[in-house]
């Protein structure tokens, strides 16, 4: 056990060596971790104990210790002697479940790495950014990252060839993601799909890389679902410019169409002068904010009469006034999670900011691997979709009228009765 001992002040001021806070967790960690070891060994000891040869030696003894080595933990730099056991039991071996035999970082250092460079470190500040800090630069050079993104490359494709035939996601937001490839003369166009499963929660459907976000490459996203297994969702929300939708209608043609209202928005906004932005912006607000669709209706009629000089700024919504008003036929909880595709725009967000400190990925499959692990790793922070046990009634095919759920009539919900009285002679 570890114990700190208070020291006169006279004796302090002598003793020239004084031990910082980082310095002291260090040695509480390796003094615990040495404890640890050693009661995992002791236990192993006393549960074969019985165990004797035709002497009446014991089969399983403690046998000194490894050799040193430095094992990098949260706590920094931490060196340790792993206790060694002799079992001489055929094809028997001590394993510690603490320390295992090769291990020189702990699961969280290794954790962690991948991360710091997904948010933005680059390869060469690894050393001297946590050098200081872990006691070491051992494990932290860029080679280490080159080999992580290669991982990520492997993973992202067993991911992408994974059998969906278990999986059901109800709602799909849908998007084409571009940012810069460094060595590469083509930008990067990610073909994203995240989905909301009967339960509520959100997760990454599929990732792939896209051309220009075209028509063939989303059907041949769109086919590889279908053919590993996967549903149509009920509801796909996206962009009015992508091919997604012409390849959706090809493949899962029931499901419903939802533009993105914030996309739209900015499309309208941008061919109307300046001065006429902000009103039009409102205009605009007022129609996917309406109670009711036939409200809906009616902002829109006021926006294209107020815009009438403008007629290419107010095509862009009655054009598509069906698709953009579809959430209307769905639980009022989830409108607004079906009007936009945020849950995509936020999480690239981290994409751009790690693709600008590297001035781009080195490659197209880097640059996947990357928004992969990012996506990934964002996947345990995204809430429930509100209301959550609405979502099965979506499935089942429940009727949303303006949002609100309505009840079946009998004749609807029973089946019809056969008469078997008999008629009277």
Not at 260 to 274: E, F, M, Q, R, S
Not at 340 to 351: A, G, H, L, R
Request: glycine share 8%.
């Amino acid at each position: 056990m570890l114990k700190l001992v208070q020291a006169t002040s006279a004796r302090a001021e002598d003793d020239a060596t004084t031990i910082d806070l980082d310095e002291l967790c260090r040695l509480a960690a390796r003094q615990m971790l040495a404890t640890a070891l050693l009661a995992e060994r002791q236990a192993y000891l006393d549960a074969h104990a019985e165990l004797v040869d035709g002497t009446g030696k014991r089969l399983v003894v403690g046998n000194g210790y490894a050799k040193q080595r430095e094992v990098m933990t949260g706590a920094g730099m931490v060196e340790v002697k792993a206790p060694r056991v002799d079992d001489r039991r055929q094809g028997e071996h001590y394993r510690s479940a603490i320390l295992p035999v090769y291990m020189r970082k702990s699961p969280k250092v290794t954790e962690v790495l991948p991360l710091l460079y997904l948010r933005g470190l680059s390869t060469g500040d690894f050393a001297p950014a946590l050098g200081e800090f872990f006691g070491s630069g051992a494990g932290l050079s860029s080679s280490t990252v080159c080999r992580l993104t290669e991982s990520w490359q492997a993973e992202h494709q067993t991911w992408s060839g994974r059998d969906l035939s278990g999986l059901d996601y109800v709602y799909w937001w849908v998007d084409g993601v571009h940012f810069n490839v460094r060595l590469e003369d083509d930008r990067l166009c990610c073909l994203v799909i995240v989905g909301v499963r009967p339960d509520g929660t959100k997760e990454l459907v599929a990732l792939a890389d896209g051309y220009r976000e075209s028509k063939e490459s989303w059907a041949e996203l769109l086919r590889s679902l279908r053919d590993r297994g996967l549903a149509g969702p009920v509801l796909a929300v996206g962009d009015g410019a992508l091919g997604f939708w012409a390849a959706l209608r090809g493949v899962f043609p029931a499901t419903k169409e939802q533009r993105c209202w914030v996309h739209k928005t900015a499309n309208c906004i941008d061919a109307l002068p300046k001065r006429l932005q902000p009103q039009a912006k409102s205009a605009v607000q007022a129609i996917y904010n309406a109670a009711t669709r036939t409200d809906a209706v009616s902002a829109a009629s006021s926006f294209a009469d107020a815009f009438r000089d403008f007629p290419k700024a107010t095509k862009k919504i009655m054009d598509e006034l069906d698709v953009l008003l579809a959430f209307y036929d769905f639980p009022v909880e989830h409108w607004l999670h079906l009007r936009t595709t945020n849950p995509i725009e936020s999480t690239f967000s981290t994409v751009r900011l790690r693709t600008k400190v590297t001035r781009g990925a080195g490659s197209r499959k880097a640059a996947l691997a990357m928004a992969y692990k990012l996506l990934d790793a964002a996947q345990a922070r995204w809430h429930k979709i509100s209301a959550p046990e609405l979502v099965p009634l979506v499935r089942a095919g429940a009727t949303f009228i303006d949002g609100k759920l309505q009840e079946r009539r009998p004749a609807e919900t029973e089946p019809a009765v056969a008469d078997t009285g008999t008629v009277a002679a």
